[in-house]
């Protein structure tokens, strides 16, 4: 188990949900046909109604899927689901949840290899439960090197006004909700070529109003955390 985010539920005292990654391995068939064992995750959620004192599982909240590569190779991987974060925002005395997490391509080959450069996004979605979260439409945050075929909404790095080899990738985002500001802290990794950039890697800060479908929510930038 990684990654957990935990978030008490406003409407039912003792209640918290509990969003986590799952990594396991799985088998698959690389383009030359031999089996190999690919390190996936997917998320997970679970419920305590007691404080946190015992939990059950609830359901995967977004599952890792079979699926040919979306930008053409030829490779037949996994989208793979980790580092979820849950938040809630209640206005008008109606509770939202939000659930950001990692989605990547995950390449047919022993071991773990995402695509990082290409399919590595941040996706956000809303829902009236944390269950429901699994289902919801999602916005997708991307960099200036996230492949179309993933459609971004936002290029982060372009947003921050950071050069690409200082927000190449985004990891570990996590969500924070105050009044009715949605934001979205998440790291900048830095590289120079394939070599870690940790001078120049970042935490920042992201912000909007989260109304609508997610897809059409306007992000600003509000700074560098760290």
């Known amino acids: 188990y990684a990654d957990p985010s935990v978030v008490a539920d406003p409407a039912i005292p003792g209640r918290l949900g509990l969003a986590y990654s799952w990594p396991h391995v799985i088998a698959g068939q690389n383009p030359q046909g031999d089996t190999v064992q690919m390190a996936a995750v997917q998320n997970r959620l679970a419920r305590s109604d007691n404080f946190g004192q015992t939990w059950s599982f609830t359901q995967v909240l977004w599952p890792d899927v079979a699926v040919a590569d979306p930008e053409g190779s030829g490779e037949n991987g996994r989208i793979s689901s980790e580092t979820a974060s849950l938040a809630k925002m209640t206005v008008g005395g109606i509770t939202t949840w939000y659930g950001a997490h990692l989605r990547y391509f995950l390449r047919p080959q022993t071991g773990y290899n995402p695509k990082y450069g290409t399919s590595w ?33 936002v290029r982060l790095d372009q947003l921050a006004g950071l050069p690409i080899q200082h927000c190449a990738i985004l990891n570990n985002p996590t969500l924070f909700a105050e009044a009715s500001t949605l934001y979205l802290i998440v790291e900048c990794l830095a590289f120079v070529g394939p070599i870690p950039d940790y001078a120049n890697t970042t935490t920042q800060v992201f912000a909007t109003d989260p109304v609508g479908a997610p897809a059409s929510w306007t992000w600003r930038y509000a700074g560098m955390l760290g």
């Open 121 to 153: 996004v941040v996706r956000i979605g809303s829902a009236a439960t944390p269950a429901a979260l699994a289902n919801a439409a999602e916005t997708v945050l991307g960099v200036s090197t996230t492949a179309a075929a993933y459609q971004p909404d």
